[in-house]
């Protein structure tokens, strides 16, 4: 007996909605998503063409304020975004703190929160009437507060994730450089030595001698547009749910950073790379899928919430990948994934549950190609995806309607109402 009765008669119609299936928890101009055709459009704009024409930085504009920049706008946004780029000094003493081998996604959870830190102007608690509801009221200097907590996150979210990078392999953190693109930028901050990296012939006028090798820059710059957004998913979903209470946004994007991490969600492509070394090679696939179908094991980087067929993107990394491997030479693991890939698509099991690649399956091997340890992954899916998740935020932030806190139903399913017993008479 429990008080569901009880409760049953006082609350109306509740649906309990496990993994919310078919709850919308907000209205969005930012993101469509057709699940059924394969369709995924950032405002409107196809994701093919935005990945074929466009670059991450005018993606970003355009899924923050809703249309694409006009060049003074872009470059004026680009500038602000990569000054912001800058770290106080003391956030190394901050990674120093951590152990050796701490995982680069748990120090990049902790140094966004740690931001916040830094910038008590975002902090909505510690003012009178706060920036969000001065925005709505269409308060200009509350607008530039907004914009700037945005541009630090942005800016800021390549430098936090290349420290949590080089803290790992104890070296210096590299200071953001100047006439890069932003992707160029975060490559020039990891100074990441892939096996295909080219270096200037002239170190002596350069802080570094590490250039991005062209191809891989690009390489990521349509991997970051591809990763940029993804509606109601769940790090976007939790930044929300944490931005709803009003805490400032480096708090809310430090949850979805958490939210990121799991490998239902942002750790797939290391899961997927960690599946692939398990399988060994091409003759193994078959006894893989049958243990799937068995439920003994996931085929990570396949299915997918929303899309009930091949994820639009996972056709963009393909091509991405094989531009990627003319570049640094294939991937052991690539006739695997392909044999992997390709029997799944055939397969009755996989076909009737509508399960098809997601951008995991092949985003993981492009990565490890360019030569980043698996750990490091999902922190390169964070950094584009802090574009989402502020576009998200800064949409909620300036409905007309307000922030309502979001303060689901649950339904109770414990004990009736029963008396305390005290410890000694307890059987
Ligand atoms: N391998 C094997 N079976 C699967 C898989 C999979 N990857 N995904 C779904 N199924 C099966 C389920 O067992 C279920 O079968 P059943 O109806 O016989 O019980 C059916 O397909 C429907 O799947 P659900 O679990 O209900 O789908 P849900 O929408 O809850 O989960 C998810 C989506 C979490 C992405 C799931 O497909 C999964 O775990 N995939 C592997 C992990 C992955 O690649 N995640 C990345 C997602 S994309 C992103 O975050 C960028």
Known sequence: PNDRAEDETERGLRVADRGFLNTAVIESSIT???????????????????????????????????????????????????????????????????????????????????????????????????????????????????????????GKATT???????????????????????????????????????????????????????????????LFILHADHEMNASSTTVLQTGSSLPDPYSAVAAGCASLYGPLHGGANEAVIRMLVAIGSPENVPAYLAAVKRREKVLSGFGHRVYKTSDPRSFIIRKIADEVFAVTGPDPLLDTAMALHDAALKDEYFVSRKLGPNVDFWSGLIYRAMGFPMDFFPVLFVVPRVVGWVAHWRQMMLSPEGVKIWRPKQIYIGPSERPYVAVDERE
């Open 32 to 154: 469509y998503i057709d699940g059924e055709k394969g369709v995924l459009r950032y405002r409107g704009y196809p994701i093919e063409q935005l990945a074929e024409k466009s670059t991450f930085i005018e993606c970003a504009y355009l899924l923050i304020y809703g249309a694409l920049p006009t060049r003074s706008q872009l470059v004026h946004f680009e500038r602000e975004v990569l000054l912001h780029g800058i770290m106080h000094a003391d956030a190394k003493e901050f990674f120093g703190a951590f152990r050796y081998d701490a995982h680069p996604m748990a120090m990049l959870t902790s140094a966004f929160a740690y931001l916040g830190s830094y910038y008590g102007e975002a902090n909505p608690s510690l003012q009178g009437q706060t920036l969000y509801t001065k925005c709505a009221k269409g308060d200009s200097e509350a607008f530039q507060n907004m914009d700037k907590q945005i541009f630090r996150l942005i």
């Open 160 to 222: 936090l994730a290349a420290m949590a990078y080089r803290v790992r392999q104890g070296r210096e953190f590299v200071v953001p450089p100047t006439g890069m693109s932003y992707t160029e930028s975060f490559l020039y901050q990891l100074d990441h030595l892939s096996p295909t990296d080219s270096f200037s012939a002239s170190p002596s006028t350069s802080p570094s001698p590490y250039k991005p090798h062209p191809v891989l820059a690009r390489a990521l710059d349509i």
